[in-house]
């Protein structure tokens, strides 16, 4: 094993066969292959990922009602996954997992990596490992708002499937949004309807996030839920808008679903019965 001493991520040197056929593989299946080399790795160990599960601490409906704590330590949560997104006990900010790394941006905007011991109420998380890697650049200067959802939309193959996905871009604009921290029980939608917004330009950075089907949409917001982190980890939060120049964009497709039920008592007392997409709609977007 050998350090990168610029990522600070450990190196293995494969001997010349194996290189070929990972090389061989990746050419194959249209593949990069460090993520099939990963996948590999995680199989043999035994570690999740290799089956592209997508992780949920807690179906989303409960955030909906209010509830904003859980049981789930980050430490868990990175069990599950190196890529995804979700909040903090108590709505204390949005969290982006990038690369095996917890981001907390607060409501004030800023951004610090919480300890393994801090909790989460909702978190959606994956090993990514990408089916597909392509490059896209704005004809004319930036991709708009609008024409950005529909490039994202039009390299999904199936409305049914849950697909993670990662952008790295440069871009012209960027709107997020945090959440300010609550005490239990107020529903999202009325914090939402307070919440901080930040508007960035011209940087680069990275979006990490999922689509997911409509008929999830007690489990998890539907459709393309992505949170935002800037290169130099500064700047971020769940995405409201933005206008890339150019946009690396990695899909992989996850065919499974692993559902945590928190075994706390507000979860295991509490009735779901509010209109759940229309508050997803106001409190989401
Ligand atoms: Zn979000």
Same mark, same amino acid.
């Given at each position: 094993?050998?350090? @990168?001493?610029?990522?600070?991520?450990?190196?293995?040197?494969?001997?010349?066969? =194996? $290189?070929?056929?990972?090389?061989?593989?990746?050419?194959?299946?249209?593949?990069?292959?460090? %993520?099939?080399?990963?996948?590999?790795?995680?199989?043999?160990?035994?570690?999740?990922?290799?089956?592209?599960?997508?992780?949920? $601490?807690? +179906?989303?409906? %409960?955030? =909906?009602?209010?509830?904003?704590?859980?049981?789930?330590? =980050?430490?868990?949560?990175?069990?599950?996954?190196?890529?995804?997104?979700?909040?903090? @006990?108590?709505?204390?900010?949005?969290?982006?997992?990038?690369?095996?790394?917890?981001?907390?941006?607060?409501?004030?905007?800023?951004?610090?990596?919480?300890?393994?011991?801090?909790?989460?109420?909702?978190?959606?998380?994956?090993?990514?490992?990408?089916?597909?890697?392509?490059?896209?650049?704005?004809?004319?200067?930036?991709?708009?708002?609008?024409?950005?959802?529909?490039?994202?939309?039009?390299?999904?193959? $199936?409305?049914?499937?849950?697909?993670?996905?990662?952008?790295?871009?440069?871009?012209?604009?960027?709107?997020?949004?945090?959440?300010?921290?609550?005490?239990?029980?107020?529903?999202?939608?009325?914090?939402?309807?307070?919440? +901080?917004?930040?508007?960035?330009?011209?940087?680069?950075?990275?979006?990490?996030?999922?689509?997911?089907?409509?008929?999830? !949409? $007690?489990?998890?917001?539907?459709?393309?839920?992505?949170?935002?982190?800037?290169?130099?980890?500064?700047?971020?939060?769940?995405?409201? %808008?933005?206008?890339?120049? !150019?946009?690396?964009?990695?899909? !992989?497709?996850?065919?499974?679903?692993? =559902?945590?039920?928190?075994?706390?008592?507000?979860?295991?007392?509490?009735?779901?019965?509010?209109?759940?997409?229309?508050?997803?709609?106001?409190?989401?977007?």
């Amino acid at each position: 094993m050998l350090g @990168n001493e610029k990522t600070g991520r450990r190196v293995l040197e494969l001997p010349e066969s =194996l $290189s070929a056929a990972l090389e061989a593989e990746s050419r194959r299946a249209g593949r990069d292959p460090e %993520a099939l080399a990963l996948e590999a790795l995680r199989r043999g160990l035994g570690l999740p990922g290799a089956e592209r599960t997508v992780y949920l $601490s807690a +179906p989303v409906n %409960a955030l =909906l009602e209010g509830i904003y704590r859980q049981s789930t330590s =980050l430490a868990e949560l990175k069990r599950q996954g190196d890529f995804g997104l979700g909040t903090f @006990n108590d709505l204390d900010g949005e969290l982006t997992l990038l690369d095996g790394v917890v981001y907390q941006i607060r409501g004030d905007g800023s951004v610090s990596t919480p300890d393994d011991q801090t909790r989460t109420p909702f978190a959606c998380v994956s090993f990514f490992t990408p089916d597909t890697t392509e490059d896209f650049a704005a004809p004319n200067g930036s991709f708009d708002a609008r024409e950005f959802e529909d490039l994202l939309l039009r390299l999904i193959p $199936s409305e049914n499937m849950l697909y993670c996905l990662r952008v790295d871009g440069e871009f012209e604009t960027v709107k997020t949004r945090s959440v300010p921290r609550q005490e239990s029980y107020r529903p999202l939608v009325e914090v939402t309807a307070e919440q +901080p917004v930040f508007e960035f330009e011209d940087l680069r950075g990275t979006l990490v996030g999922f689509y997911a089907p409509a008929f999830m !949409q $007690s489990l998890v917001v539907p459709g393309v839920h992505l949170h935002f982190l800037s290169e130099d980890r500064t700047k971020g939060g769940h995405l409201l %808008a933005c206008r890339p120049r !150019q946009a690396r964009v990695g899909v !992989q497709h996850a065919p499974r679903l692993t =559902l945590g039920l928190p075994m706390t008592l507000d979860f295991l007392t509490a009735s779901f019965t509010r209109p759940v997409e229309a508050d997803l709609q106001k409190a989401e977007r």
